[in-house]
T-cell receptor, first 116, second 113 residues
Framework: GAVVSQHPSRVICKSGTSVKIECRSLDFQATTMFWYRQFPKQSLMLMATSNEGSKATYEQGVEKDKFLINHASLTLSTLTVTSAHPEDSSFYIC????????????FGQGTRLTVV | KQEVTQIPAALSVPEGENLVLNCSFTDSAIYNLQWFRQDPGKGLTSLLLIQSSQREQTSGRLNASLDKSSGRSTLYIAASQPGDSATYLCAVRVGNAGNMLTFGGGTRLMVKP
């Protein structure tokens, strides 16, 4: 099946710094990728839809200047958490769907971000 | 707005039991429904995908059913094992454009040896 790889799996950063998370589709081209956030013992909440070659679409309440998304190629989308604060600590997961098909969404392994 | 609810939120059973996890959604105009498994601190593993035109899907000891008109899906796990312990999430997809998965809150399952 299709594989989505997310890196890093864990990151600890200091308040005020920026952190970049990568999401790669390894064996297919993904024109669209999706970024989710998950708080402890809660479900996934869609943050934004990343579109290759164009601006991301953010869900209501998600600060686009805080969570910068870049989808510069058909196999890579990045999420940068800028000027991170402890309240940004969370589990971030990306997903992608093979375009033009009705196949299931494939998810990355997730990134545990801890801001200290 | 689509809302997805999963009941129960947590479940603890002895090994060997058959069990049912429930998922309900408010808008029946879905494209498909997907069940995922999530282990602590890990990403999601897709278990079963049911298209809106289908009534059930089976994979090994797992069987998922879909009643779109009533807005319900169930995940049946036969002969549960300790390795089945995880959080199970259902998600519905609305429309063919994009992903637009809406997730339920999940059911945390513990299977005791």
């Amino acid at each position: 099946g299709a594989v989505v790889s997310q890196h890093p799996s864990r990151v600890i950063c200091k308040s005020g710094t920026s952190v970049k998370i990568e999401c790669r589709s390894l064996d297919f081209q993904a024109t669209t990728m999706f970024w989710y956030r998950q708080f402890p013992k809660q479900s996934l909440m869609l943050m934004a839809t990343s579109n290759e070659g164009s601006k991301a679409t953010y869900e209501q309440g998600v600060e686009k200047d805080k969570f910068l998304i870049n989808h510069a190629s058909l196999t890579l989308s990045t999420l940068t958490v800028t000027s991170a604060h402890p309240e940004d600590s969370s589990f971030y997961i990306c997903s992608a769907r093979v375009p033009g098909t009705n196949t299931e969404a494939f998810f990355g392994q997730g990134t545990r971000l801890t801001v200290v | 707005k689509q809302e997805v609810t999963q009941i129960p939120a947590a479940l603890s059973v002895p090994e060997g039991e058959n069990l049912v996890l429930n998922c309900s959604f408010t808008d029946s105009a879905i494209y498909n429904l997907q069940w995922f498994r999530q282990d602590p601190g890990k990403g999601l593993t897709s278990l079963l995908l049911i298209q809106s035109s289908q009534r059930e899907q089976t994979s090994g000891r797992l069987n998922a059913s879909l009643d779109k008109s009533s807005g319900r899906s169930t995940l049946y796990i036969a002969a549960s094992q300790p390795g089945d312990s995880a959080t199970y999430l259902c998600a519905v997809r609305v429309g063919n454009a994009g992903n637009m998965l809406t997730f339920g809150g999940g059911t945390r399952l513990m299977v005791k040896p």
